[in-house]
């Protein structure tokens, strides 16, 4: 057992939380959120030539041979800038079904333009009444000729308002709620019958809804095992669990620290709030709640890699309800104990709160995953 | 960064499986998994094994001869000797004093107590709090006036866990009252056969007598006796804090509690299913379970910044709030588990020997018992409110 960072790894932490302090003050993502696209291209290219957006992957695929725990690093400074740039949907749930499934071809067709931050990826697999249930999927690729054509609705889609490619969720076989009958397919924006809904999400951050009528993709576009996608979906979206649990320690963290700071400073009745008993427990329990999401963010992180699939799926369900009751318990006293100035745009706080709190909803929020939790048990 | 046990961890894990093999009696294991209680016998018969097989004292540096077990292996043994039901160590000797007595004791004192403490031959109890200290500890009155080479010792402790098994006594003592509070406060070590020291048991409302009161009346204490400088007592009692707290969190032990626990609900029915499978239980079990995981590797992660020289603050604080909070919890649900039959009130069932037919399933006797206890344990150590002043002045800075 071993819970320290190696050097390179304590490099890369102090390498990312310098650019979430320094180029990420709050003024600068202020701008970014207003701006059209709503994230800095030249940040992008940033993380490009940084090597954060290959840092994950196998060297073989182009990148630096890193994993989950270099996610986790990333993932934890981005949350404490709250970096709006889609590193999750490109890197974490697009490259990482690739990396995870691919084939050669597949990998080198988009990998090394992902790494070189030329092109962008999203994972198309929610829909409208599938709530968090993976195999939940109407979306339907029939076989035709020697590809498939694809029909159906993606909700919600992660970075895909700005995707050139999407990894769409099918049902190649099954009934709606079937097991097995999922299939990965790789989409590109382009193809006929391919509609994007882009949109922003309450947090600043980027999705789309995508309505697919009769796409046709190729054999070669199915992406992992035909008819078996679920457990390759359910092992990336594990992997998309972990990265936005260290993004919400990174948030959590700076929010709890900030409304200490601001308690501090804050009068009333003749001196600081933060002299008030009654306030300060509460911001100690905002400490233990950050601490203890940080313990099993880690330990979330540390079982992506664990072979037997339901020992995995516990760990990170076990993750993701801790960040979940964590993150409402910071994000809401935090916004309580600011006051009015908590409600308000200007300040930090409401921004942290909201990103927070869907990173609850994001891959099933507490309640579900402590019953997944459960019926693994 | 992993999460397995290195060879060396491992190899270290089967030698305390096998300890336990060929050590752990089984009639005081089943003993341990009912909750019933274990005499003074067994304690220490069982703390004397674990000394010979250089598994006691786990953090006591060789030079005082503790086998200086690196933080990882001291949370496999407490997880291996919990998970396997062995009996409770008593902590005020090999926790709390000895630390406290090789960090700032003399060289006779060391010398003298030490050895007596790794071996079990004296049984130490705690005299920290009082009718008047309670959270407020500095503010106590027990009063120690230097006579020759003597202090001569009046006043009354409290809440004094085992005193009625006690050979030695450590004292909070005030030898300066005209200093600020926590300035005229001096650790004296107390031998309980000296004339004046008497121990009155207090029965908590589970029916146990585990503390006591100790009253001092007139008792002398030889000046060799004193730890440390006078006055200087409080920087060495809040020394023995951090270690106790560090402890208070027995994760292994709530680990056992949810075995327990988990085992308990596949034998009771409700709504004509067994207790595991209704839904409101198996949801609250998984809270809880999750929790524990948070508790476990918080302790992890503390341990390993220990491992890289840093020192114990304010972790011992979240573990000793939130490990408390677990024993309660598991309690609570272990009492609830068992439905109508946390009512029949057999104290005599917890005691060894007795043998009549139990009054509904043998596992229900102590769990009423046990959960009305455990409410104590977010009251000693320092309050969990306590805890919370702490870690707002000396973490937040409030």
Redesign the interface.
Known sequence: MDLSLSEEQQLLKDQVERFAREAYAFETRRRVLRSEAGFEPAHWKQFAELGWLGVAFAEADGGLGGGPVETGIIMEAFGRGLVLEPFLPNVVLGGGALALAGDDAQKKALLPDLIAGKTKLALAYAERQSRYDLADCLTQAAADGGGFVVSGHKAVVYGGNLADHFVVVARTKGNQRAKTGLSLFLVPRTAKGLTVRGYRTVDGLGAADLALDKVRVEKSAVLGPLDGGLALLERVVDHGIAAICSEAVGAMAVLTDMTVQYSKTRKQFGRPIGGFQVLQHRMVDMTIAVEEARSMALYGTLHLDERNAKTRKRALSATKVQIGRSARLVGQEAVQIHGGMGMTDELAVGHYFKRLTMIDVAFGNADWHQRRFADLS | ??????RS?RAFQARVRKFVDENHPPEIRAKVESGLKLGRAETIAWQKKLHAAGLYAPAWPKQWGGPALKP?ERYVLDRELALNSTPALVPFGVTMVGPVIYTFGSQAQKDRFLPRILNSDDWWCQGYSEPGSGSDLASLKTRAVREGDHYVVNGQKTWTTLAQYADWIFCLVRTDPAAKQQEGITFLLIDMKTPGVTVRPIVTMDGGAEINDVFLDNVKVPVENRVGEENQGWTYAKFLLVNERFGTAQVGRSQRQMLRLKQIAQSEIVGGRKLEEDENF??K???T???L???E??E??YL?QLD?GKQPGAEAN?LK??GTQMQQNLSELLMEAVGYYANPSLPKALEHGWNEEPIGPAYAASLAPAYFNWRKSSIYGGSN?IQ??I??KF????
């Open positions: 960064m992993h999460l397995n046990l290195t961890q990882i198996r949801l079990l998984a809270k379970e999750i929790e995981l948070a508790l590797y918080t992890l992660r390993a890289a979240i709030i939130r409110e919370r002043n870690l707002s973490v937040l800075g409030l």
